[in-house]
Structures are given as structure tokens and as C-alpha cells.
């Protein structure tokens, strides 16, 4: 269990280490629209999305008979 514990303290400090070094805008184009937004937003949205998918696919193949 502390092996565990270790392994994803060391994973978050990673990932919080990537997500602070890069602090810079990222300009976006959709159509006619434009965004500007910052990685340090997008990096972890992004994370989250593709967790949740992850996990809507892994219920999604549980539920096939």
C-alpha cells in the first residue's frame, strides 16, 4: 500500500512539474472562431476529458454481454 501511495505522489509531482513549465498561450481556430488559452489550463483539461473517456469506455465494454 505505501508503494501505492509513493508511486502516485511521484506520478502527481511529475505531472505538476510538466503542467508548471509550461506556462505559455496556445491560440486556437475553429471555423470562424479563435481562442487563446493557456497550457497550464489546457494540459489538465485535457488530462480530465481523456481520463473520463477512459473510464465511459471501460463501462461501456463491462455492459456488453
Not at 481562442?35 to 493557456?38: A, C, G, K, P
Not at 469506455?57 to 465494454?61: H, L, N, P, V
Given at each position: 500500500m505505501?508503494?501505492?501511495?509513493a508511486l502516485g505522489i511521484l506520478l502527481l509531482a511529475l505531472v505538476v512539474i510538466v503542467f508548471v513549465q509550461n506556462p505559455g498561450e496556445v491560440?486556437?481556430?475553429i471555423y470562424f472562431w479563435r481562442?487563446?488559452?493557456?497550457q497550464m489550463i489546457?494540459?489538465?483539461?485535457?488530462l480530465l476529458?481523456?481520463?473520463f473517456l477512459g473510464l465511459f469506455?471501460?463501462?461501456?465494454?463491462k455492459r456488453r454481454p
Open positions: 505505501a508503494k501505492k501511495i491560440s486556437y481556430r481562442f487563446t488559452i493557456s489546457l494540459l489538465p483539461l485535457t476529458i481523456g481520463f469506455a471501460a463501462g461501456i465494454r
